[in-house]
């Protein structure tokens, strides 16, 4: 017989308490980098930073529907 409870410590709800965290670092760090990349490669047509930061926002998205997929499965 299998046991598919999840451990007794665990709580799920503390799992979606570190989403909006990860979804933030993630973010503010591509723009960081967009940001750096703006002032030490200028470039009239290219703005690193809106494209770094949008990469980002798609990237965190990805995580986070990741992320609730494999707790929903638990």
Do not use: C
């Not at 992320?67 to 929903?72: A, F, K, L, R, S």
């Amino acid at each position: 017989m299998e046991n598919n409870k999840p451990p007794k410590g665990y709580n799920k709800w503390l799992a979606f308490i570190n989403i909006p965290i990860q979804m933030g670092v993630i973010i503010y760090a591509f723009y960081w980098i967009g940001l750096w990349l703006d002032e030490n490669h200028p470039s009239e047509k290219v703005y690193y930073y809106k494209i770094l930061t949008l990469v980002g926002v798609f990237i965190a998205l990805y995580n986070v529907i990741r992320q609730v997929n494999e707790i929903g499965n638990k």
